[in-house]
């Protein structure tokens, strides 16, 4: 059987993976456009990651998408890494090409862009400082993407300073870090202000950083899709903010991996939303 008439596969990997909504999404778009394929997700121990990708192409995988605790790791699996892979430090996207090369990419940052402009079709970020709570891998992802837009000032708190302190030295001389007990204090002004942390998420405790210094212009948003208004975004929308939730990110960033694995570009859109909420 030649390559060209295996049915594509593609899927996601990290451990645990049960909790994935990658399959329903995926699933969704290929039953949309009739497209054959599969979409699976696979529970994977750090020891045998590099055997299992090294494997795939050869089961007809076309591509995968990666996830905690394997985001930096397949960086040294890949033959071809993107400059935004790399700035991140991570990649939540491979791309298993005909040549036999691996391709990583970094996509989160893209959906969390995307998800704004949709959701919050007035945000302009040039017009004042951005706000962005944690350090973790997805504020690197979010703080590399803001940037990229051309925020003029960007303002990171974190429990933990030194990790704080980490980004600024790689991300520049626009980043300013705020100590954790004066993270309230650096929503002043902010026109854009991002939760990046777990905090919020069910099972874990809320998000207490006081919110009285948001203007009532900031678009506020929430990585956290479990509750989807989580009690930040619910009390920012108490100040007026134009809240936008996590899960149009999840969505977003899912697209463009998509497209390179089975050549339709999918829609995100509010049946889609249904569908993932259902």
């Not at 890949?78 to 990583?104: M, P, S, Y």
């Not at 007026?240 to 977003?252: A, I, Q």
């Amino acid at each position: 059987m030649s390559d060209d008439t295996r049915i594509p596969l593609a899927g996601v990997i990290g451990s645990p993976i049960a909790h994935s909504k990658s399959p329903r999404l995926h699933g969704y778009w290929l039953e949309r456009y009739g497209l054959s394929g599969f979409y699976i997700p696979m529970d994977i121990a750090q020891s045998d990651l590099e055997d299992a990708i090294r494997a795939m192409p050869k089961l007809g995988f076309v591509g995968i998408n990666v996830t905690v605790p394997h985001k930096e790791s397949v960086l040294n699996l890949a033959d071809l890494v993107t400059d935004r892979a790399a700035l991140i430090g991570a990649a939540n996207t491979l791309i298993f090409r005909k040549d036999g090369k691996i391709h990583a990419d970094n996509t989160d940052g893209y959906g969390f862009i995307e998800n704004l402009r949709q959701t919050a079709s007035a945000w302009q970020p040039k017009s004042g400082p951005a706000a962005v709570i944690g350090a973790g891998g997805a504020a690197r992802a979010v703080i590399a993407s803001l940037l990229e837009t051309g925020v003029p000032e960007l303002r990171i708190s974190n429990r933990t300073r030194t990790r704080a302190e980490a980004l600024r030295s790689e991300f520049g001389a626009k980043v300013v870090v705020y100590d954790w007990v004066q993270a309230g204090n650096m929503l002043e002004d902010a026109v854009t202000v991002v939760n990046t942390t777990s905090l919020g998420m069910v099972g874990k405790p809320n998000l207490r950083v006081p919110l009285d210094g948001l203007s009532p212009k900031a678009v506020v948003s929430d990585l956290v899709y479990t509750p989807l208004q989580t009690s930040f975004l619910q009390r920012a929308a108490e100040f007026g903010c134009t809240t936008v939730d996590g899960l149009g990110m999840l969505l977003h960033q899912a697209a463009p991996a998509f497209e390179r694995w089975f050549g339709i570009r999918p829609e995100v859109d509010d049946g889609l939303r249904q569908v993932m909420l259902a």
